[in-house]
């Protein structure tokens, strides 16, 4: 049984996969700075983040 991804067609590909997730977070990472420079949280105790791949943008 393949391992299963959160990219289709890189279940038998991990390391492309990886890669992949890799170059995708250095591309947000400064997004998220940015967002976070400005963002608002006064107030928020819990926040949620759906983005599906490393969490970057929720990262510390």
């Known amino acids: ?3 299963r991804t959160s ?3 890189f279940a038998k590909r991990l390391d ?6 890799e170059s ?3 591309l947000s ?3 998220a700075l940015d967002v ?3 963002l608002d949280t006064k107030g928020v105790d819990l926040a949620l983040d759906i983005g599906g791949a490393g969490g ?5």
């Open 36 to 38: 976070a420079a400005v």
């Open 56 to 60: 970057t943008s929720s990262g510390p």
């Open 16 to 21: 492309e996969a990886s890669s992949v997730t």
């Open 1 to 3: 049984m393949a391992r």
């Open 24 to 26: 995708m977070s250095n």
């Open 29 to 31: 990472r400064a997004a």
């Open 7 to 9: 990219s289709t067609g």
